[in-house]
């Protein structure tokens, strides 16, 4: 199948950009398709898939889309439409968009859910602020438009014209798959630090080794690597996301967490490293109800709280849960004599009582098979010996 360049906007607002941005594509040697997400009246120029088209993409119909009042509401159920149809494209080169606020907020939610490498360029009147929103841990690219979207002018003429040769150099020679040893995703934290460093070097020789902060937005661009099938397995030692995500924490994972691997059945040695902490910024930014806890100033702008037993039971609960839906081949290690470097007897998140909270839960709500095993180990999640039996588990399950 041919593919195509997909050149979208509001056809009703921005028909004029529209046209002359996929005219300027179309000069430039790329099959083009016009694709309008407009919510409003009828579109102003010619495209190829209609904003109907694109409505029908939503799961409770083309009505819920347009016709109605609101545009918030026709806005947001436009964008669900459009993510939904982009996941449908096949024959897709690369994408390019056009757009103020709403439109911004729909094709980029779109682009979003396509895979990584696949080009993007999203030219918005939003571009020069807080992006996001709009990006996530996607590879668009954000283009300012400098001026509005009201008419073409001699300005937002070269800044068109720039994205069209932009996006269509990037369709015509995309860039060569991948070669050399296949890649692995690692989730580290710095209380996990002398652990996974460990592992990478264990399988540096065979494998990439991409190793991803534990932010919640590093959770988020790893499990989309392995969405988008750019990693051969993961090794996933630090889900401390998962506490901030329950627990209200700023780096929390989103509810997909784990998501991924359930859906791609690829190789995954996971583990509870760092559960024993929920992150704040500054000090007085902890939430009132938490002031009394047991708190820890990792540096000036970072305030740590140790998870409590009854935390680490709701914790346990919702990573066995995740993981049983995971039908690919799964360890899962359990470190029996701490989850951080402040996890160690005499350290400032000591809690034995804690951690068998955590680990007792975690075994009593997994559900074993011959492919998804609990393993417990007598060591420090940073002992070598841990990282070692990481390392040979990854390599046991990868070999199919």
């Known amino acids: 199948m041919a593919k195509r360049v997909y050149v979208v906007g509001t056809a009703d607002t921005k028909g004029d950009e529209l046209g002359f941005l996929a005219d300027k594509v179309a000069a430039l040697g790329s099959e083009v398709l016009r694709v309008d997400i407009g919510t409003g ?88 602020g807080d992006v996001a929103p709009y990006v996530d841990v996607s590879d668009i690219i954000m283009m300012p438009s400098v001026t509005d979207m009201a008419g073409l002018n001699r300005l937002s003429r070269v800044i068109l014209s720039n994205a069209a040769q932009a996006i269509a150099g990037m369709a015509r020679a995309p860039a060569p798959a991948a070669e ?29 080794c991409m190793v991803f902060h534990a932010t919640g937005t590093g959770g988020r661009a790893m499990e989309k690597l392995a969405d988008s099938r750019l990693l051969a397995g993961v090794i996933d030692i630090t889900t401390t ?22 859906r791609t059945g690829l190789p995954f040695v996971g583990s509870v490293g760092a559960l024993d902490m929920v992150n704040f910024w500054a000090p007085t930014t902890v939430p009132r109800k938490y002031r009394k806890r047991l708190l820890y100033r990792h540096n000036p702008n970072v305030t740590l709280m140790r998870t409590s ?72 999640v940073n002992d070598p010996r841990f990282a070692q039996t990481a390392a040979a588990q990854f390599r046991e399950i990868a070999k199919g």
Not at 73 to 86: C, G, H, K
Not at 344 to 366: C, Q, R, Y
Request: with cysteine; proline share 5%.
């Open 241 to 262: 996301e998962v506490c901030d995500l329950l627990f209200g924490g700023v780096l929390p994972a989103t509810e997909d967490r784990f998501g991924a691997i359930a």
């Open 180 to 208: 050399g040893k296949p890649a692995i995703g690692l989730t580290m934290f710095g209380v996990t630090t002398p652990c996974v460093t460990a592992i990478a070097e264990r399988l540096r020789d065979d494998y990439d």
């Open 309 to 380: 037993a009854e935390e680490c039971i709701a914790i346990g609960r919702w990573i066995a849960a995740k993981l049983n839906a995971c039908e690919g081949p799964v360890r899962f290690l359990i470190p029996e004599r701490g989850v951080s470097a402040l996890d160690v007897e005499g350290g400032a998140f000591f809690d034995a009582a804690a951690d068998h909270a955590l680990f007792s839960t975690i075994e009593e709500t997994f559900r074993q098979t011959d492919r998804r095993r609990l393993v417990r180990l007598p060591w420090h």
């Open 41 to 128: 009246a009828p579109p102003t120029v010619a495209v190829d898939i209609t904003a109907d088209e694109v409505a029908a993409h939503h799961p409770d119909g083309v009505s819920v889309v347009l016709g109605g009042d609101d545009r918030g509401i026709a806005v947001a159920a436009m964008a669900e439409a459009f993510a939904r149809f982009t996941e449908t494209r096949t024959d897709m080169a690369g994408i390019v968009g056009i757009g103020g606020g709403g439109g911004t907020a729909i094709i980029t939610a779109g682009m979003r859910r396509l895979p990584l490498g696949l080009p993007k360029i999203m030219v918005s009147t939003l571009a020069s």
